[in-house]
C-alpha cells in the first residue's frame, strides 16, 4: 500500500499534468492510502474546480460519480486521524525551524502517514515533499 497526498488523489479524477503517471502508480501499486481529511481536501478541489471553471458542471457530476464508484469498490484506504495526531503536528510546529514551510494541512497528511507506519509519501506538493524530511519520511513525486 502507498500514501498519496490529495494533490495525487485529484489526479486521478481530473485531467491535469501528471495524471497519467499517477493513475499509472495507483494502478501498479492496487492499494492507495490517504487521511481521512484528504476526503475533505478532495472534495474541495472537486468543487474549486468547478467554481473556476476548469470543470464543467458536467464533468463535475461525472467525476462524483466515478467517486462513488471508486468508493463502492475500497479503491481509496482512508485512515484515522487521531488526537494523538494532532498532538505530534502540534509538538512539530513547535520545535519546527523558521525556515520550513509546513502548512496545516500537509503536517496532517505526514503524521497521518507516520503513525500508520509508512516510509514514503507521493505528492506533487513542494511544500509537503520538502517538509517530509521532519517527519523521517521520504516525499516522491512521480510527474517528470
Known amino acids: 500500500m502507498i ?7 485529484a ?8 495524471s497519467s503517471q499517477v493513475r499509472e502508480l ?3 501499486d492496487g492499494k492507495v492510502a490517504c487521511s481521512a481529511y484528504g476526503r475533505i ?14 470543470i464543467t458542471a458536467s464533468e463535475f457530476r461525472l ?5 462513488d464508484r471508486d468508493e463502492e469498490n475500497r479503491i481509496w484506504t482512508w485512515l484515522s486521524v487521531s488526537q494523538e495526531q494532532l498532538a505530534d503536528v502540534v509538538v512539530c510546529f ?15 497528511h ?7 507506519g509508512f516510509k ?5 506538493d513542494g511544500h509537503l515533499l520538502a517538509a517530509a524530511k521532519v517527519f523521517k519520511m521520504k516525499g516522491i513525486n512521480v510527474i517528470p
Open 3 to 9: 500514501y498519496f497526498d490529495t494533490s495525487y488523489l
Open 11 to 18: 489526479k486521478c479524477y481530473l485531467s491535469e499534468r501528471g
Open 26 to 28: 495507483a494502478a501498479s
Open 41 to 54: 481536501e478532495l472534495a474541495s478541489t472537486f468543487h474549486r474546480n468547478l467554481r473556476q471553471r476548469t
Open 63 to 67: 467525476i462524483w460519480k466515478q467517486y
Open 94 to 108: 513547535r520545535k519546527l525551524a523558521p525556515s520550513v514551510c509546513l502548512r496545516s494541512g500537509d503536517a496532517l
Open 110 to 116: 505526514l503524521a497521518c502517514a507516520v503513525e500508520h
Open 120 to 124: 514514503k509519501i507521493y505528492s506533487n
